[in-house]
């Protein structure tokens, strides 16, 4: 791979290299080992303030631009990333240890999140516009014009995630919704990938030249540690903040946000470990097809999904040790694979050590062991409904291919078990036609507890549409009331404004009578 | 007036009266100083986990109900209300001193809100529905079958507002778009009119029983302090707080909601001093006419309104000049109006203390005093940009007929005016045609600033209908996203689930195929 005439190691400010002054980051290829060049120079506050004051200065004439020139903005940089060509793929993979074909597919689904959102702003529904119109006559008192839209927050404040270096980091959903909505983004690169991070960058940077927008639209900074990415949540220009990465994290990005002079939303994506529940009928009937597709989702890319199948509640019994007995066969027969980073790797054996290390946890299954660095080996265990409810620490997300299997004594021990339960954003059911009622009765905990309910599926594999939820309760996000997969992420960046009596001449687009955009529009109470 | 059957002076809890053992609350009519009868004990802690634990047993019985008998709990609250006829209105007009005009006015707003709620419930609009079908045959993956839906986030804790002891308390604004929503509500009474609160919140408690609904969909409790308030912005089954008041108030609330395990939403409407800008053609056209509007827009209720236009920005000139004689001829014919608490008042002569000790602010006009209790006389004052661009404080709301006319040196001026402004309820453009392309500059600021925007109106008269935001960046409301009045308001208390694969048997009736409920779906992109 060569990319020396790409990477130039430097933050990107509103279509500027800055060379940072600050603690250089490296990647590392986790393979490996083996550090990549080139080096990327902590940004410094300054540069903070220079990239979210150009972001500011952007921010009206962004948001004003017409919406079709969004949308084309959007697919703009869906094709400058392709048009980055192979080593985009190479160097995601060299910074990732993920394989060709999962980054390849991660790029399409980046592109395709981007057209998405421009098919958001063109479609315009989120924009909600509503239109009551004046009674002039009503009595006792007349009614004004009264119009409603819903418009950019301002500013928003990216945090790149290590787990999608492209799909959900510098292009990915928190940007493409953020940019749908009118904002400017900031992002705070994920230090796991700034090579792939600068490329997407450099994409986005042409893009934002090649549709004539204002240059603060966009900026990328790099900084180890934490300092970068508080200044950014602190600072007074920046409306909000999207997240994906760990509990701590986001909590502390929340707590930053809630403490500032002018609180501001924060949408981290942070903990779970989405329970799947075999229903007894479906485990009595199909024990061993179960417990294989559960490997399969367990040990998919490392288990390094936020909707990695972290517990799974059985029904104590035969038909449970059917199921236990192919997951040990399966887990035994498999390998490693390498995780992202050492940090998450040293995190997973921490995790698994900690359950290890719990007697009342008991080790079904694990794979083999490889001498390669960073290798996650896939562990099982087993315990207790009683158990697990007597110990708050087994609800603890380990980030990787391990799963805690959990035996109820009785049917009514799943509804306790997922009452117990912190907010998730997956949960999965594993049914029959037998099980339905079991389900129905089940199924208000779960509408409570999670933002996604799955029937025979497994939570793995987070389809970029419509009718998506990637969200939940706290703490598997700091805001149940939304998603940050799908087109509902856009709602995250808007927020309403009403217009009273005004004369025609100012009255925005998508609230005009003549409907020039083509809106949905809700007209005195009736959606037109 | 005879209450004394009605009156019990009890806490209600899950449609059973407690009387509290902590400190007792009684009402005082602000015109007399009059305390009057009966004293509402404090609850205890123990019966807010009564109550809270009440709203949780019945969450999901009640979000399950049909949307058809939600609508028509709605609409029954609205006809009880009612049915308590005079005994309601003179008890309000005696916790109040607000005339009888007034909340009969009030009176029907409130009903007139339940009703709107009940219609956004059949419109089914704000469910979100959205289907996107399975596509079994995609390649390289097949789509599953995705439908997404929003639901109520949980029980509601509402703090109920002085200045409108109807609308925006027991049977308000924040309790009608909750239960419409599908949340149990617990309402912290205020403790201004606890008498009033008791006879809606009987209304209430006779409605659930009509409906046949779980008697934990609502429940009343009085405290004084703000212990009571503390306990169920703290208990882990509230899952939203709606509140009006205080700045202070609010932000209190906000933290102990942000400090939680699971941290919550609160939306906390607090503070607002509502901006007119009158352009410069309007201004020289105008200018009397449009000071006797904005003295009528001041002193309408005693300027307890939220809405209130606390703040005037004028060009510099004859023709301010002219607007000025005429505030000061207008206001000094003015007596005093009774405030609604004596609190209330004594925060009401702080504000216009500080103003009046303000070296930089001059007193151009006060109405003639009052030898009665209470009583709110109207003040303006004057000052110039550069000094109120200079002191923060100047900023402050003061609740009443105060406000602060700001001259401007040029048309410029306006603009580093309303940048400087925090977020507001509202902003108001006086204008003529020729001022057109003069608002066209002003408005991103404003539009970044507030919630609603008038042309040639006055902030106070706030509609209740679709295109409603009585909302506003940080300190008009903690949460910019949101409008506390309107059918927009019941999204506050929705969050978004998906239903992956589900049979045909679970899937919920807005987002089944056949659309039962004849709501908006959303199918594969396409609003139906």
Redesign the interface.
Known sequence: MDTKGLLKGTSLVAGNDITGTQKAIYAINPATNETLEPAYNGATKAEVEQAVSAAWQA??QYR?VSTEKRAAFLECIADEILALGDVLVERAMAESGLPKARIE?ERGRTMGQLRLFA?VVR?G?AT?A???PAMPDRA??P??D???QK?A??PVAVFGASNFPLAFSVAGGDTASALAAGCPVVVKAHSAHPGTSELVGRAITAAVKKCGLPAGVFSLLYGSGREIGSALVEHPSIKAVGFTGSRSGGVAL??IA?NRP??I?VYAEMSSINPVFVMPEKLSAEAQAVAKGFVGSLTMGAGQFCTNPGMVVLLKGEAADSFKATVISEVQALGTQTMLTPGIYKAYCEGVEKLNSNSAAQLLAKGNDSEQPNQCCPHVFATSAKAFLADASMEDEVFGSTSLIIECDTLDEYKVVAEHL??QLTATVQ?S?AD?EA??AL??TL??K????????YPT?V?V?????H?G???AT??????SV???AIDRF??????????S??IPEAIQDQNPLNV?Q?V??K?Q
């Open positions: 921010f009206d004003a597919g098919g479609l529904k909600d509503r239109i009551d006792p008192l009614r004004a009264l119009r409603f418009i927050l301002g929340m707590n809630a002018e609180p939303p912190e907010g049914m036609d339905v389900v129905r199924l208000p509408e409570r999670v933002g996604r309910i799955l029937c025979n599926g594999g389809e549409c419509h009718s998506m939820v969200g309760p706290f703490p700091s805001d149940s009331r939304s998603t799908g087109s509902a808007l927020r309403p404004v009403c217009y009273q009596d005004f004369p001449s100012l949905p809700l005195d109470g959606l």
